[in-house]
């Protein structure tokens, strides 16, 4: 029977993490982007739980660490819905290629 | 769980955290009085913060010389952090003094001020933590709080869009940052700082740790804005009100700085050879190309977001070597870089409220119409590029040569770029000085803009003609930074 182990774990976070990072690039969409970062963040998190179970079962350290980042995303979460909201007010979009009023 | 886990803890001192603790309190008063305070005496917050901070400075003044660890290693107090500390409080009073005109024109005194205060209090956790939660959390303060200060004039287009670019792309230079540090963490089982340190000396160099400090670079590096992770830079300071601008030059850059100093020279020397040279082509490529792309810039804050692309790549240039000496250069750098950046976009913010225009060619008689606000831009830009006997220069100075050794190459690309810098900060002065203005009524300097200019304008001067004691200051702190 196939045991999950820690080479599991870290090789779904890459994946997850590499789909993030793919997506931040593509997506044009604002909402969609800090969806990809989403992702990207939570593949830390399972790099992180991860780690913590195997590597440092003893100490929380990863699992309080996954915590923070949760927060901390959330709080990101909020400020960038709150300025899509803002700017798509003044332009009626949430299209990345429509905000050019400076040059990227 | 065993109850003597508890007994294990250290024992927990909270006067360490007094500035941290100070500097939280004044932010969060800031933003009840903005709602106590009826609307006509609202222009007095900016008042209350800068006192507040200018008290806090005198603290941490008074802490100098501690030498504390909190939790194990979370939490460094040492010379080192507080010199960052009064570093990012000077630049943060000056941009308060200097802009106080610009933000009662902006409204929403206490929401700006407050913020302000908390990305201060982000980069001051920033320049103690010991370890990657603390420093998380530092760095997350202080950029969540730019991004709302970024957007802070949220019926103008372009702020918004400033504050949508700089949220998209800090957040995902986090989450590319936050996974080099998970690995590091996978790799030594910890995440303080110092003890990853000592482990990784004794580790063979494994790939998974190659991939690791290459994405911490890249996270930090679009902090520090290093080329090719600047790209955002130019947008966000363009769009961002210009006082935000200064801060977020000057503050969210040192902060960078004094965490990635402490992740690279004390956790990661034992594979120092192995980033050296990533550092140094970065700060090669930085420097070439901030510099380059500043020449055909036409709006002034444009073209200061360039020259601070370059000035980052200086900035760098000390990391290269990872001695005293450069960590040294590094500090001295940064301090200097606050007066010479904060004049210049005082003056920027200034005469933005005269004229309504960030563009270069607005400029046109400047020094006739106000010789003071020509004269402090002039010293600013100078004091940039490097000319003696401004600090700019001693700061070079000591930056360059802490690598003349090894990289001798280096030294030559910043000699060579910093004489290309001189041709597009004379071209602002020429603009000043040569051309008519268009309306030449004189501009009066309001007494806490004139304060604030002449002081930066004098502190520029002073660093760079007797460096010695700001120098010497410097060495013990960066002397610390070594003793944990």
Redesign the interface.
């Known amino acids: 029977m196939l045991t999950i182990s820690l080479t599991h774990y870290v090789v779904l976070s890459a994946l997850l993490f590499s789909i993030g990072l793919f997506g931040v690039l593509t997506k044009r969409n604002a909402v969609a982007v800090l969806i990809c970062i989403e992702i990207m963040l939570n593949a830390v998190n399972i790099n992180l739980v991860a780690f913590s179970k195997y590597i440092t079962p003893i100490d929380f350290t990863g699992q309080i660490f996954s915590l923070f980042v949760i927060t901390v995303a959330a709080a990101e979460v909020g400020i960038g819905l709150a300025i899509i909201i803002a700017i798509y007010r003044n332009k009626l979009s949430v299209n990345l290629d429509d905000f050019d009023w400076l040059k990227w | 769980m065993p109850a003597d886990m508890f007994a294990l803890t250290l024992p927990f001192d909270p006067s360490a955290l007094t500035l941290e603790m100070l500097m939280a309190g004044l932010a969060m008063l800031v933003l009840i009085l903005g709602i106590i305070v009826p609307k006509g005496a609202r222009h007095g917050l900016g008042w209350v913060s800068l006192l507040g901070i200018l008290g806090i400075m005198a603290v941490a003044v008074s802490l100098w010389g501690e030498k504390r660890e909190l939790l194990n290693g979370m939490y460094l107090l040492d010379n080192y952090a507080l010199f960052w500390k009064i570093t990012f409080m000077t630049a943060a009073a000056l941009v308060i003094l200097g802009c106080m005109r610009f933000v009662d024109n902006m409204g929403n005194q206490a929401e700006y001020y407050s913020l302000t205060l908390f990305a201060t209090l982000g980069m001051m956790v920033m320049a103690s933590a010991g370890d990657?939660?603390t420093f998380?959390?530092g760095l997350?303060l202080m950029t969540?709080s730019f991004?709302?200060l970024v957007?802070f004039r949220?019926?103008d287009?372009?702020s918004?869009?400033?504050?949508?670019?700089y949220?998209?792309l800090a957040?995902?230079s986090s989450?590319?940052l936050?996974?080099g540090l998970?690995?590091i963490?996978?790799l030594t089982?910890?995440?303080t700082i110092l003890e990853i340190g000592r482990i990784i000396a004794m580790q063979p160099l494994s790939p998974a740790l190659v991939l690791a400090v290459v994405l911490v670079i890249a996270g930090l590096g679009f902090k520090v804005s290093a080329v090719p992770f600047h790209?955002w830079s130019?947008?966000v300071y363009?769009?961002a009100p210009t006082p935000v601008t200064a801060y977020l030059a000057v503050g969210s850059k040192a902060a960078s700085f004094a965490i990635i100093l402490r992740l690279f020279v004390s956790g990661l020397p034992g594979i120092w050879e192995n980033w050296a040279m990533v550092m140094a082509i970065l700060a090669a490529v930085t420097i070439i190309v901030g510099n380059l792309v500043a020449i055909p810039q036409t709006n002034i804050k444009r073209m200061l977001a360039y020259s601070s692309i370059a000035q980052a790549g200086y900035i760098l240039v000390g990391l290269v070597t990872a001695t005293e000496a450069g960590i040294k250069g590094v500090m001295f750098y940064c301090f200097l870089y606050v007066f010479a950046t904060m004049a210049a976009f005082v003056v920027a913010t200034y005469y933005y409220n005269v004229s309504g225009s960030d563009e270069l060619r607005d400029y046109a008689g400047l020094a006739q119409r106000s010789p003071l606000l020509a004269a402090v831009m002039l010293v600013a830009l100078l004091s940039m590029a490097g000319i003696p006997p401004l600090a700019g220069f001693a700061g070079k100075f000591y930056l360059f040569s802490s690598i003349v050794g090894d990289f001798l190459w280096l030294v030559f690309v910043g000699l060579i770029m910093s004489m290309v810098s001189v041709y597009y900060y004379l071209r602002v002065a020429l603009v000043m000085y040569r051309d008519d203005p268009v309306d030449a009524t004189p501009i009066s300097v309001s007494s806490p803009v004139a304060v604030t200019l002449v002081f930066a304008t004098i502190a520029t001067l002073v660093i760079g003609i007797c460096p010695g004691p700001l120098s010497e200051v410097v060495n013990g702190a960066a002397h610390t930074f070594f003793l944990h």
């Open positions: 990657f939660i998380y959390l997350e969540l991004v709302i957007c949220k019926t287009a372009k918004v869009e400033a504050g949508i670019k949220l998209l957040g995902m989450a590319v936050l996974y998970t690995l963490y996978g089982g910890s995440i790209m130019p947008d363009e769009g």
